[in-house]
Protein backbone atom coordinates (compact mmCIF):
# COMPACT_ATOMS: atom_id res chain seq x y z
CA UNK A 1 0.00 0.00 0.00
CA UNK A 2 1.44 3.54 -0.47
CA UNK A 3 2.28 5.70 1.88
CA UNK A 4 0.09 8.95 1.17
CA UNK A 5 2.26 12.44 2.57
CA UNK A 6 1.97 13.65 5.56
CA UNK A 7 -0.36 16.75 6.60
CA UNK A 8 1.26 19.34 7.86
CA UNK A 9 -1.41 21.13 9.91
CA UNK A 10 -0.25 22.89 12.99
CA UNK A 11 0.16 20.54 16.69
CA UNK A 12 -3.10 20.66 18.76
CA UNK A 13 -2.94 20.64 22.60
CA UNK A 14 0.58 20.24 23.72
CA UNK A 15 1.42 16.88 24.35
CA UNK A 16 2.74 15.17 27.18
CA UNK A 17 6.22 12.90 27.68
CA UNK A 18 4.72 9.90 27.20
CA UNK A 19 2.62 10.95 24.63
CA UNK A 20 5.92 12.39 23.05
CA UNK A 21 7.96 9.06 22.97
CA UNK A 22 4.65 7.45 21.43
CA UNK A 23 4.49 9.78 18.37
CA UNK A 24 8.17 9.67 17.83
CA UNK A 25 7.80 5.80 17.21
CA UNK A 26 4.83 6.29 14.63
CA UNK A 27 7.11 9.06 13.47
CA UNK A 28 9.72 6.39 12.73
CA UNK A 29 7.10 4.11 11.59
CA UNK A 30 5.36 5.88 9.16
CA UNK A 31 2.15 4.43 8.16
CA UNK A 32 1.23 1.61 10.88
CA UNK A 33 -0.62 -0.61 12.85
CA UNK A 34 -0.97 -0.08 17.09
CA UNK A 35 0.83 -4.08 17.21
CA UNK A 36 3.48 -2.24 15.51
CA UNK A 37 3.90 0.77 17.70
CA UNK A 38 3.50 -1.30 20.90
CA UNK A 39 6.01 -3.77 19.83
CA UNK A 40 8.60 -0.49 18.49
CA UNK A 41 7.71 1.42 21.57
CA UNK A 42 8.45 -1.93 24.42
CA UNK A 43 11.71 -2.20 22.13
CA UNK A 44 13.09 1.06 24.07
CA UNK A 45 10.92 0.91 27.48
CA UNK A 46 8.93 -1.48 28.93
CA UNK A 47 4.85 -0.81 28.97
CA UNK A 48 1.28 -2.22 29.15
CA UNK A 49 -0.17 -2.91 25.56
CA UNK A 50 -3.51 -1.24 27.31
CA UNK A 51 -1.48 2.11 28.70
CA UNK A 52 0.10 2.53 24.91
CA UNK A 53 -3.24 1.86 23.27
CA UNK A 54 -5.15 4.40 25.30
CA UNK A 55 -1.90 7.20 24.55
CA UNK A 56 -2.84 5.88 20.84
CA UNK A 57 -6.44 7.08 21.45
CA UNK A 58 -5.44 10.47 23.11
CA UNK A 59 -3.28 11.39 20.49
CA UNK A 60 -6.11 10.65 17.65
CA UNK A 61 -8.94 12.72 20.09
CA UNK A 62 -6.38 15.66 19.91
CA UNK A 63 -6.10 15.41 16.21
CA UNK A 64 -1.78 14.08 16.44
CA UNK A 65 -2.77 10.90 13.98
CA UNK A 66 -5.87 9.82 12.51
CA UNK A 67 -6.61 5.87 11.68
CA UNK A 68 -6.67 5.43 8.02
CA UNK A 69 -9.31 2.52 7.00
CA UNK A 70 -7.33 -0.92 5.33
CA UNK A 71 -8.74 -3.05 2.74
CA UNK A 72 -8.79 -5.97 5.48
CA UNK A 73 -10.14 -5.67 8.42
CA UNK A 74 -9.17 -2.64 10.58
CA UNK A 75 -7.25 0.66 10.07
CA UNK A 76 -3.67 2.26 9.80
CA UNK A 77 -2.32 4.77 12.24
CA UNK A 78 -0.53 7.70 10.28
CA UNK A 79 0.85 11.19 12.13
CA UNK A 80 -0.93 13.82 11.25
CA UNK A 81 1.11 16.54 12.52
CA UNK A 82 5.30 16.57 11.43
CA UNK A 83 7.72 16.02 14.11
CA UNK A 84 9.18 19.45 12.89
CA UNK A 85 6.13 21.32 13.58
CA UNK A 86 5.35 19.64 16.96
CA UNK A 87 9.10 20.71 17.61
CA UNK A 88 8.46 24.30 16.54
CA UNK A 89 5.31 24.42 18.80
CA UNK A 90 7.29 23.11 21.60
CA UNK A 91 10.38 25.56 21.14
CA UNK A 92 7.61 28.31 20.66
CA UNK A 93 6.13 27.31 24.41
CA UNK A 94 9.41 27.18 25.91
CA UNK A 95 10.48 30.43 24.29
CA UNK A 96 7.68 32.37 25.82
CA UNK A 97 7.76 30.47 28.70
CA UNK A 98 11.15 30.17 30.13
CA UNK A 99 13.21 32.74 28.43
CA UNK A 100 10.55 35.95 28.12
CA UNK A 101 10.36 35.32 24.36
CA UNK A 102 14.36 36.42 24.06
CA UNK A 103 15.63 33.85 21.24
CA UNK A 104 18.75 35.39 22.28
CA UNK A 105 18.32 33.66 25.54
CA UNK A 106 17.43 30.18 24.35
CA UNK A 107 20.55 30.60 21.93
CA UNK A 108 23.05 32.00 25.02
CA UNK A 109 21.45 28.86 27.06
CA UNK A 110 22.37 25.82 24.59
CA UNK A 111 25.81 27.65 23.98
CA UNK A 112 26.52 27.10 27.78
CA UNK A 113 24.97 24.14 28.66
CA UNK A 114 25.29 21.94 25.64
CA UNK A 115 28.78 20.10 24.48
CA UNK A 116 29.33 21.60 20.98
CA UNK A 117 31.76 20.06 19.07
CA UNK A 118 33.93 22.45 16.59
CA UNK A 119 32.20 21.17 13.60
CA UNK A 120 28.94 21.98 15.71
CA UNK A 121 29.59 25.65 16.03
CA UNK A 122 30.74 25.96 12.76
CA UNK A 123 27.50 25.03 11.46
CA UNK A 124 25.67 27.42 13.80
CA UNK A 125 27.93 30.05 12.86
CA UNK A 126 27.34 29.29 9.06
CA UNK A 127 23.61 28.94 9.78
CA UNK A 128 23.54 32.15 11.40
CA UNK A 129 24.91 33.99 8.51
CA UNK A 130 22.35 32.56 6.19
CA UNK A 131 20.17 34.12 8.44
CA UNK A 132 21.45 37.18 8.24
CA UNK A 133 22.00 37.22 4.42
CA UNK A 134 18.16 37.02 3.94
CA UNK A 135 17.84 40.02 6.84
CA UNK A 136 17.12 39.91 10.23
CA UNK A 137 14.40 41.74 12.73
CA UNK A 138 15.47 45.20 12.81
Given at each position: ??????????????????????????????????????????????????????????????????AVP????????RAT???????RGS????????????????????????????????????????????????
Open positions: MALKRQHHKTPGPQLSRLELEVMDVVWDLGECTSAQVIEAFCRKRRLAPTTIRTVLASLRKKGYMETIERGFRLVARDAVALRRLLGSLFKGSPREVVACLLDDAELSDEELDEIRRMIEARKQKGGRS
